[in-house]
């Protein structure tokens, strides 16, 4: 079954715009999102392989509407959840 993020192989996206001085973040949140991450992966809370999944799940109109770091985010919340880490807000 192919997801929303499959798009290999696929035709019709456009060019692919490549910005020569693209930040890694623009703004500080993305920057703690990415360390939030790293920390949890390295201290065995979850697997890479894991989010990895848990981003490509998200329904189709939250991924596409979603930005890079905002994926990232609600897969963290969505395994740190189902770990009991993290009560329902």
Known sequence: MS????????AGFGA??????????HADWEARVFALNSALVRNGVYRLDEFRDT????APQEYL???YYERWLYAI???VTERGLLGDA
């Open 77 to 79: 919340e969505k395994l």
């Open 3 to 10: 997801r929303v993020n499959d798009v290999g192989g696929q």
């Open 55 to 58: 981003v490509e799940r998200m």
């Open 65 to 67: 509407a979603a930005s």
């Open 16 to 25: 692919l715009e490549i910005e020569a001085d693209e930040p890694a973040f």
